[in-house]
């Protein structure tokens, strides 16, 4: 029954929350309603004047900062909450690479020892999100390029006969949003491609990458790699999957007609640089919106490592990662 209360207790605040707001929309709605009778002379019953005027705006007033300042308390909750889904969010992801991140000892977390099934449980809720997210970007971006070729394509079947000139520049839109959408299914494509690298150090796993996007892509792309660099295998995990975010943001925004990807060592630092010559972005504005430039900065701090990413619109996108060598792996 205690439990039964406790649930109850929320759900009566809400309530009342609720109603107390609905009472104050409605007096404001009923005074701005008489001033605006009264202003245009429609109604002299409630005419305005001495101290009830004062008393009407008080409520008014009264009715506007209680609102204001509910509001202010319901952002504050809500940024809250945002704020503890960000850091759990943070911990799911981190978790993912534990196995590979683990300390010499062979010392088991506080979570692994209370749960054996906690990690995998941890790695089974990221593939679900990375498979929301696609579903996301699908929906957003190629399923609404489709929609968009089919209705300009019933309307060239509408338009040929009577305007050929209209015609020929809805077939030659319809070409443009095909190319668009065919861009789109290639970057999601480089997200399904294995965590892991399947045997492949970083540099055969980009090597391959590059071959492979060659022959289907309108793009030139160079790749220099240093081949003695062999990373611990989160650290190359990592760095794969920053490759592929960077590749899928260049194949879908950038309209780039060349990239340059670098894999070299840097006195004690390795150092990854991915170079493209597209339009560029505002990267301030970009930063706040943008999942895949906020996950490339996760990743790269899990590493210990540094990100920095230089863009302007016009001028074409650069992304520096330096990794320490403490991520290399010893090799006989």
Same mark, same amino acid.
């Given at each position: ?140 971006? &190629?399923?609404?390029? $489709?929609? +968009?070729?089919?209705? *300009? ?7 040929? #006969? @009577?305007?050929? !000139? ?112 597209? &339009?560029?972005?505002? $990267?301030? +504005?970009?930063?706040? *919106? ?7 900065? #996760? @990743?790269?701090? !899990? ?30």
């Amino acid at each position: 029954m205690e439990q039964g209360k406790r649930v109850e207790q929320p759900n009566h605040a809400a309530r009342r929350r609720n109603i107390t707001e609905t009472i104050l929309w409605l007096l404001i709605i009923i005074s701005l309603v008489v001033i605006v009778l009264q202003g245009i002379g429609y109604v002299e019953l409630f005419t305005l004047q001495g101290k009830w005027a004062v008393i009407g705006l008080t409520i008014i007033g009264a009715a506007l900062a209680a609102v204001a300042l509910g509001s202010y308390l319901q952002n504050s909750k809500l940024k809250e909450a945002l704020k503890r889904l960000s850091e759990q969010q943070m911990k799911r992801r981190y978790a993912v690479t534990l196995d590979n991140d683990r300390s010499s000892d062979g010392e088991m977390t506080a979570e692994e020892q209370g749960d054996p099934s906690w990690t995998e449980k941890v790695k089974f809720s990221a593939v679900i999100e990375e498979r929301q997210r696609l579903a996301r970007e699908l929906h957003d971006a &190629v399923s609404q390029q $489709l929609f +968009a070729i089919s209705m *300009t394509a019933t309307a060239v079947s509408r338009t040929i #006969e @009577r305007d050929w !000139e209209r015609a020929k520049r809805q077939v030659q839109l319809i070409e443009e949003m095909a190319a668009v959408a065919q861009s789109e299914m290639r970057a999601l494509l480089l997200h399904l491609r294995p965590v892991h690298l399947d045997g492949k150090n970083l540099g055969q796993a980009l090597t391959a990458l590059v071959e492979e996007l060659k022959q289907k892509v309108p793009m030139t792309i160079t790749l220099e790699v240093d081949e003695t660099i062999v990373l611990q295998p989160n650290a190359e995990d990592h760095l794969f999957r920053i490759a592929q975010e960077a590749l899928s943001n260049t194949l879908r925004h950038s309209k780039a007609e060349s990239m340059d990807i670098r894999l070299l060592q840097s006195g004690n630092q390795v150092h990854m640089s991915l170079q493209d010559s597209g &339009v560029g972005f505002d $990267l301030e +504005a970009k930063k706040q *919106t943008s999942y895949g430039l906020l996950t490339m900065e #996760e @990743r790269v701090n !899990e590493l210990g490592g540094s990100l920095q990413m230089i863009s302007k619109p016009g001028e074409g996108t650069l992304i520096h990662i330096w990794v320490p060598m403490g991520v290399l792996r010893e090799t006989i």
